[in-house]
């Protein structure tokens, strides 16, 4: 978590506003395994980092609220009786969403004044929407006394996206985003929204994420055609999730779907279990059956949920073929974005030269590489 970031967020609020606000800060998430299982009620491994949006707020003497994104340098003014979807409305639809959902849970807010910056890298999948939601449902809670539960409040992150920026993402974002531990993984059961913490120390290994630095514009829609797949088959199988199946019962049907459909399903179900022999693996200080369980999910959500291109792809066979790296695979939605890497402290910085110059050989584009520590969770910091 960066001082800096801390620091100069408070300063443009106070600038701005001429007050003292509340700081707030709301750290990305990395996940070790577990892609699409969390909108199936299944099970993901997430951890919060040490990368985190901060945010500034305070009450508004004015009858408007104003948002103001640091980093862009863009300012957003609004009334709370007039609160709605922003057509391509970005960042902002993040903050009214909130707003909206605070609204329709019968919840009394003032205006207020808010200013946001982050060191999140954007498009890397590392959640940076969960992490600004999470910001201000806390910021707001604590700034007029909402008396909201962690629960809650991640409830309020999750309809925001839904119903304001029109991704049905599941839980797993702002859950690991709010409840983030250091140095700590959490085993999420997405159905019971409860977690088990697991201490990871890899000891001579590090994590290494390897941004592709592509995004796709596809994703949002791409994402939601997924979720869709999996309702269907979960409603031919008569289960209410995905996570209820295993494969003999999706092999019962496998004549109603198409061989794309029945492959998805079999990703997710596969996923679900690779989830719970990570953590024993790591219960029983197995590194190796941890990372080959890595390269076995990139091998499903490529080939079978078919999320990857072809410099994700890359970036994994590159690792695979690092005697020194024991497992890597694509992170996050798909489409783009980052490469989870375990690897050797030894030659971690032989493996990030050598990567980043073959993939800028491949594709004629630099890949960003960002060592991550595992931090605490949504919080508020206290001057």
């Not at 073959?358 to 991550?372: D, I, P």
Request: with cysteine.
């Amino acid at each position: 978590m960066s001082k800096s970031l801390i620091n100069n967020v408070e300063a443009e609020f106070k600038e701005r506003f001429g007050s003292k606000p509340l700081v707030v800060v709301s750290p990305g998430r990395i996940n070790l395994i577990g892609e699409h299982t969390d909108y199936n009620e299944g099970f993901v491994f997430p951890a919060a980092i040490d990368k985190c949006i901060v945010a500034a707020i305070g009450k508004s003497k004015t009858q408007q609220c104003m948002a103001y994104a640091l980093d862009m340098s863009e300012n957003y003014a609004f009334n709370l009786d007039e609160v709605r979807a922003i057509p391509n409305g970005n960042w902002k639809n993040y903050i009214v969403g909130v707003v909206g959902e605070l609204q329709k849970k019968g919840l009394e807010i003032g205006p207020f004044n808010l200013v946001f910056a982050g060191d999140i890298p954007k498009g890397a999948g590392l959640s940076s929407s969960a992490a600004l939601e999470n910001s201000v449902v806390f910021g707001l809670n604590e700034l007029f006394g909402l008396k909201l539960s962690k629960h809650e409040m991640i409830s309020i992150s999750q309809k925001a996206e839904h119903n304001y920026v029109g991704v049905r993402c599941g839980i797993m974002d702002q859950y690991a985003s709010m409840f983030g531990q250091e140095d700590t993984a959490l085993l999420l059961d997405c159905r019971t929204q409860e977690s088990v913490s697991y201490q990871l120390d890899f000891k001579e290994y590090g994590i290494l994420l390897i941004n592709s630095n592509v995004t796709h514009n596809l994703v949002d829609a791409e994402y939601n055609d997924r979720r869709l797949v999996c309702e269907k088959i979960a409603s031919l199988l008569n289960v209410d999730y995905l996570r209820d199946a295993d494969e003999a019962l999706l092999k019962q049907i496998e004549h109603k779907l198409t061989p794309e459909e029945y492959q998805k399903g079999l990703y997710v179900i596969q996923e679900n279990s690779r989830v719970l022999k990570a953590c024993k693996a790591i219960e029983n200080h197995d590194l190796k059956t941890l990372g080959k369980l890595l390269f076995e999910a990139h091998h499903g959500a490529r080939f079978q949920f078919k999320i990857s291109c072809p410099e994700l792809d890359f970036l994994v066979e590159e690792a695979q073929s690092h005697p020194q790296v024991i497992g890597a695979r694509m992170m996050g939605g798909g489409f783009g974005g980052c490469t989870i890497n375990i690897v050797h402290h030894d030659t971690m910085q032989d493996f990030i030269a050598s990567i980043s110059d073959n993939y800028y050989k491949k594709f004629g584009k630099h890949c960003s590489v960002y060592k991550v520590k595992l931090s605490q969770g949504t919080h508020l910091i206290q001057n």
